[in-house]
């Protein structure tokens, strides 16, 4: 029996999708030409299967979200990450917040960050260059967004450059988007 989870957790749960995922077996000529590349380059899951139903869509999206997380240059990796958590805590995207914890602690080799943000959000203990991409991108993340002058200042403050900035911007609003998607096909599972 599975069971909705509702708690942030660093343990990647199961997207239960609402719509129907493709077969891939039976995809169509244009939905598997849209799937030859993955999101992050990684098994193809329920939720790609049921963005291919749309292949031009998800042919876009692929090659829009890869750009974006992970192009070389600008802003690390882990900093990128941290944008895409900050936003899916900010929408209680409970499946992004995790893969994408569980991809920050990767990189970083520690599970800290992410457990003092997913215990007291904006009010983490974090050092001040982490503290401030998480402000930034939690503000960015409200709805309406609510950064400032000031937000950009702090950035620059801790050693963000122009790219790095943008970078953070673009990796923390791809999530807003994507968190409404993942909300909307569908609820992450445990299935203990």
């Given at each position: 029996?599975?069971?909705?989870?509702?708690?942030?957790?660093?343990?990647?749960?199961?997207?239960?999708?609402?719509?129907?995922?493709?077969?891939?077996?039976?995809?169509?000529?244009?939905?598997?030409?849209?799937?030859?590349?993955?999101?992050?380059?990684?098994?193809?899951?329920?939720?790609?299967?049921?963005?291919?139903?749309?292949?031009?869509?998800?042919?876009?999206?692929?090659?829009?979200?890869?750009?974006?997380?992970?192009?070389?240059?600008?802003?690390?990796?882990?900093?990128?990450?941290?944008?895409?958590?900050?936003?899916s805590v900010v929408?209680?995207?409970?499946?992004?917040?995790?893969?994408?914890?569980?991809?920050?602690?990767?990189?970083?080799?520690?599970?800290?960050?992410?457990?003092?943000?997913?215990?007291?959000?904006?009010?983490?203990?974090?050092?001040?260059?982490?503290?401030?991409?998480?402000?930034?991108?939690?503000?960015?993340?409200?709805?309406?967004?609510?950064?400032?002058?000031?937000?950009?200042?702090?950035?620059?403050?801790?050693?963000?450059?122009d790219q790095e900035?943008?970078?953070?911007?673009?990796?923390?609003?791809?999530?807003?988007?994507?968190?409404?998607?993942?909300?909307?096909?569908?609820?992450?599972?445990?299935?203990?």
């Amino acid at each position: 029996m599975s069971r909705v989870i509702h708690k942030f957790t660093t343990r990647v749960p199961t997207w239960r999708p609402h719509i129907t995922p493709i077969d891939f077996d039976n995809a169509t000529p244009a939905q598997r030409e849209a799937l030859k590349e993955t999101p992050s380059n990684t098994k193809i899951s329920d939720y790609v299967l049921v963005l291919a139903h749309d292949p031009e869509s998800l042919r876009i999206r692929t090659s829009l979200f890869n750009g974006i997380m992970y192009d070389k240059g600008g802003l690390s990796r882990d900093e990128r990450e941290l944008g895409a958590v900050a936003a899916s805590v900010v929408n209680r995207c409970i499946y992004c917040a995790a893969v994408h914890a569980q991809r920050y602690n990767q990189i970083v080799g520690d599970e800290k960050v992410m457990q003092d943000i997913f215990l007291r959000g904006k009010e983490a203990d974090l050092a001040p260059r982490i503290r401030a991409i998480l402000k930034f991108a939690m503000r960015l993340s409200e709805c309406p967004p609510n950064v400032a002058q000031s937000d950009i200042q702090s950035l620059r403050e801790v050693g963000l450059d122009d790219q790095e900035i943008l970078d953070l911007t673009l990796s923390t609003t791809l999530f807003g988007w994507a968190n409404r998607l993942m909300h909307t096909l569908g609820e992450p599972v445990s299935n203990t």
